[in-house]
């Protein structure tokens, strides 16, 4: 295997755009910055970073990978021949180069040997081959048939479940679990020497054993791209339509959450998040599961739109001062906001109302309901729908399928993409599981206000008429203007949302818009503004019963004034229980007056089942305010944030100018370097195969200068070779009181 050095001289002589493309390839190996080229190998070559690019590998990478790692066993190198020859032929060159690229192989078509750290990335079964005999610790010469006509010679009486067994740990896995007998076909094998039992419940197929069962090939092939031409297919309008629907469906949800939580504030729990009664009071209220109803919560807490508001009650979830500006926008920019937040967010609201190990339940936007990876993996999951055609709508099964492909090494649960896909499709990012075209922009990193754009031309063109019928309902044929939507929401109760929008008139739904302020002719004259015939008279009998009904009690500031419609009301007020403590007293016949102000003294009253009406001064009704609780700012729920972009070509260039000066001082024509500086020293001597003089503190204080060959910098400390005593020692490197050039 190619060792640092060679991977060190790869850096020192590639050009800067190849570097730069390196790091954008591996970020992880530019956070922080290398103070060298050197450092830059030293940190490539190490185990963990090979493991991160190896995450982040196609199938065709991973098999060429571990194809090299397996022909390099013992050391050595190999060669594109003999690498395609033992994958069965496959042209593997494109691959090679890629991987090349990408810094996992070095040396050319005739030494070609798998970059430092990537044998232990790789990890002990490469291609699902075991451990070789060495390894086991047994005599290679006992009989092990080690090639295909060997293995045919002793498979010619096996027995059928003998033969089973084999093909079964032949492309791996190499082991196999015994129970508590060990099975006749077992047993044939290991008395044959064709399987090998380590322990009491394993057996395992040996490395050169499990080659002649391939017949000598390490891999039938490289792995093919799934196949992407299968799934159905969605008219354009279908696509827009549910599109349209989903975000105009969720952005109406979270105005709901903002309203209830306005009003009724729950509690936050003692480790954060909502109690699940409140999750299914949302979901009643909003008359969807309650996994979804954790999502809406989830997404508030994503935008910064709830918080915490603290009160002699204790801490309650309540709505932020970002709600006015929020609300302030129009659909289409509150949806592209909301899908970009998304996009980016480490929340995994589908984990809310699971249990954790230990059995607690996890509480929606609780502050641990969180993964590092979530946002790698919502990007991942949809541009995997889009690698299908326009309309294309996979399943499931054939994501994650593609996801295997792209990257074997991480490939997520399939109920994990099933919760990805299902939010993606419940917030309007994909439409009939197909993806939309803002999603498309989105995920091409085009602004938000382009991805607004997008969705705004997807919405159908808005409608100011209603067309009011006999039995009380209303219809809009099509979008509402948003005049006309504040109209209905105030005055009128949604029967059905659809192509159409079916509303229906109450006395509980008209006495709402009264209660608000509107009086009954104003009432009547905005319906008679939007309606596309006469008013049918039931509503207007209607509208006329309510604010009759409504006028009978009648509440005028003056701290406080109660009037009523005759004296038989005013005594009944009188002689209500629940309003003794108000300190109501008789003015009139009509006229109370109470020591409370008019706001405690309306919701009294309301609550007694009055149906009282706040008036202003001139007698004329007010809206009655909310009282709406408001939290002042967020609270924090996402992890880490998540780091800006290297600038790469800085990187490239600060990197060269450590390497510049690390040489420098390996020279000795630098002076007074610092602690940092002698640590890149002993790198480059390493890097080099120099000496550098290096003197050692005991641990007695003494002091002692030793000539030394610098051999690996890991860890905290230094491996050398004492060339004098020509011996090995590893020094930590706060012994190391100075390094000096030999």
């Known amino acids: 295997m190619a060792g640092t050095t060679e991977l060190a001289d790869l850096f020192r002589e590639a050009d800067d755009d190849w570097l730069a493309a390196l790091l954008a390839d591996r970020p992880?190996?530019?956070?922080?910055?290398?103070?060298?080229?050197?450092?830059?190998?030293?940190?490539?070559?190490?185990?963990?970073?090979?493991?991160?690019?190896?995450?982040?590998?196609?199938?065709?990478?991973?098999?060429?990978?571990?194809?090299?790692?397996?022909?390099?066993?013992?050391?050595?190198?190999?060669?594109?021949?003999?690498?395609?020859?033992?994958?069965?032929?496959?042209?593997?060159?494109?691959?090679?180069?890629?991987?090349?690229?990408?810094?996992?192989?070095?040396?050319?078509?005739?030494?070609?040997?798998?970059?430092?750290?990537?044998?232990?990335?790789?990890?002990?079964?490469?291609?699902?081959?075991?451990?070789?005999?060495?390894?086991?610790?047994?005599?290679?010469?006992?009989?092990?048939?080690?090639?295909?006509?060997?293995?045919?010679?002793?498979?010619?009486?096996?027995?059928?479940?003998?033969?089973?067994?084999?093909?079964?740990?032949?492309?791996?896995?190499?082991?196999?679990?015994?129970?508590?007998?060990?099975?006749?076909?077992?047993?044939?094998?290991?008395?044959?020497?064709?399987?090998?039992r380590p322990n009491a419940t394993e057996v395992v197929l040996p490395r050169e054993v499990a080659l002649a069962a391939r017949g000598g090939l390490l891999a039938r092939g490289l792995p093919v791209a799934p196949e992407i031409s299968d799934a159905p297919l969605r008219r354009p309008d279908v696509v827009a339509a549910e599109v349209v629907a989903a975000a105009e469906t969720v952005l109406r949800q979270l105005a709901t959450l903002l309203d209830l939580w306005g009003e009724e504030p729950p509690a936050v729990l003692r480790g954060g998040g909502v109690a699940a009664r409140d999750v299914k009071r949302l979901a009643a209220l909003l008359e969807v599961s309650t996994t979804h109803a954790a999502l809406v919560c989830e997404l508030a807490g994503m935008l910064g739109l709830v918080g915490h508001v603290h009160d002699e009650e204790g801490s309650r979830w309540a709505p932020t001062s970002a709600v006015d500006g929020w609300l302030d926008r129009s659909a289409p920019e509150r949806w592209a906001e909301l899908a970009a937040v998304w996009l980016r967010s480490s929340r995994v609201p589908w984990l809310a109302g699971t249990r954790t190990d230990r059995g607690a339940?996890?509480?929606?936007?609780?502050?641990?309901?969180?993964?590092?990876?979530?946002?790698?993996?919502?990007?991942?999951?949809?541009?995997?729908?889009?690698?299908?055609?326009?309309?294309?709508?996979?399943?499931?099964?054939?994501?994650?399928g593609h996801l295997t492909w792209q990257t074997p090494r991480s490939v997520p649960p399939e109920s994990t993409v099933a919760a990805v896909l299902a939010e993606a499709s419940a917030l309007g990012l994909l439409g009939a599981d197909a993806l939309g075209p803002p999603t498309r922009l989105l995920l091409d990193g085009a602004p938000t206000t382009e991805v607004a754009a997008a969705l705004a031309a997807l919405f159908p063109p808005e409608v100011g008429e209603l067309v009011i019928q006999g039995d009380l309902t209303g219809i809009v044929p099509g979008r509402p203007t948003a005049e006309l939507a504040a109209l209905l929401d105030r005055a009128a109760d949604v029967d059905s949302r659809g192509a159409a929008l079916t509303v229906r008139f109450t006395a509980d739904s008209l006495g709402r818009a009264i209660t608000a302020g509107m009086t009954a002719e104003e009432l009547l004259e905005r319906l008679r503004a939007v309606s596309r015939a006469p008013l049918p008279q039931p509503l207007e009998y209607l509208v006329a019963d309510v604010a009759r009904r409504q006028r009978r009690v009648r509440v005028q500031?003056?701290?406080?004034?109660?009037?009523?419609?005759?004296?038989?009301?005013?005594?009944?007020?009188?002689?209500?229980?629940?309003?003794?403590?108000?300190?109501?007293?008789?003015?009139?016949?009509?006229?109370?007056?109470?020591?409370?102000?008019?706001?405690?003294?309306?919701?009294?009253?309301?609550?007694?089942?009055?149906?009282?009406?706040?008036?202003?001064?001139?007698?004329?009704?007010?809206?009655?305010?909310?009282?709406?609780?408001?939290?002042?700012?967020?609270?924090?729920?996402?992890?880490?944030?998540?780091?800006?972009?290297?600038?790469?070509?800085?990187?490239?260039?600060?990197?060269?100018?450590?390497?510049?000066?690390?040489?420098?001082?390996?020279?000795?024509?630098?002076?007074?370097?610092?602690?940092?500086?002698?640590?890149?020293?002993?790198?480059?001597?390493?890097?080099?195969?120099?000496?550098?003089?290096?003197?050692?503190?005991?641990e007695a204080g003494a002091t002692q200068e030793r000539l030394v060959r610098p051999l690996a910098v890991d860890g905290g400390r230094v491996r050398v070779l004492d060339t004098a005593r020509e011996a090995e020692l590893t020094v930590a490197t706060h012994r190391i009181v100075s390094v000096s050039p030999a």
Request: charged share 20%.
């Open 361 to 400: 339940l996890r509480a929606a936007l609780d502050p641990e309901l969180h993964r590092t990876w979530a946002a790698g993996l919502r990007q991942r999951c949809l541009r995997a729908v889009a690698a299908w055609p326009e309309g294309g709508a996979p399943s499931v099964a054939q994501v994650r």
């Open 28 to 196: 992880d190996l530019a956070r922080p910055v290398p103070q060298s080229l050197t450092a830059l190998a030293s940190r490539a070559g190490s185990r963990a970073s090979a493991s991160r690019a190896l995450a982040t590998s196609t199938a065709p990478e991973v098999t060429v990978l571990e194809a090299v790692v397996t022909l390099t066993a013992s050391g050595g190198t190999t060669t594109l021949a003999a690498l395609a020859d033992a994958l069965g032929g496959t042209a593997v060159a494109p691959v090679v180069e890629r991987l090349r690229t990408r810094a996992l192989l070095l040396g050319d078509d005739e030494t070609l040997a798998a970059a430092p750290g990537v044998r232990e990335a790789v990890g002990p079964t490469p291609l699902g081959l075991g451990p070789p005999l060495r390894a086991l610790d047994v005599r290679a010469d006992a009989g092990w048939p080690t090639t295909p006509s060997a293995l045919r010679t002793v498979l010619a009486d096996a027995p059928e479940g003998a033969r089973r067994l084999l093909d079964a740990l032949t492309w791996g896995p190499p082991v196999g679990t015994l129970g508590t007998e060990l099975p006749p076909a077992a047993r044939w094998l290991l008395d044959r020497h064709v399987l090998h």
């Open 557 to 698: 500031p003056a701290s406080a004034v109660l009037r009523t419609d005759d004296e038989a009301a005013t005594l009944a007020l009188l002689a209500e229980p629940a309003l003794a403590d108000l300190g109501l007293r008789r003015l009139s016949a009509t006229v109370l007056a109470a020591d409370v102000g008019p706001v405690t003294l309306y919701e009294a009253l309301r609550r007694t089942g009055a149906a009282p009406l706040l008036e202003g001064p001139d007698g004329s009704p007010v809206a009655m305010a909310t009282g709406r609780a408001r939290a002042v700012r967020p609270v924090p729920l996402e992890g880490p944030p998540v780091e800006s972009p290297v600038d790469t070509a800085a990187a490239v260039a600060a990197m060269r100018a450590g390497e510049e000066r690390a040489a420098a001082l390996l020279a000795g024509t630098a002076e007074a370097p610092s602690a940092a500086d002698e640590l890149e020293m002993l790198r480059t001597a390493a890097a080099r195969g120099a000496h550098v003089r290096i003197v050692i503190a005991g």
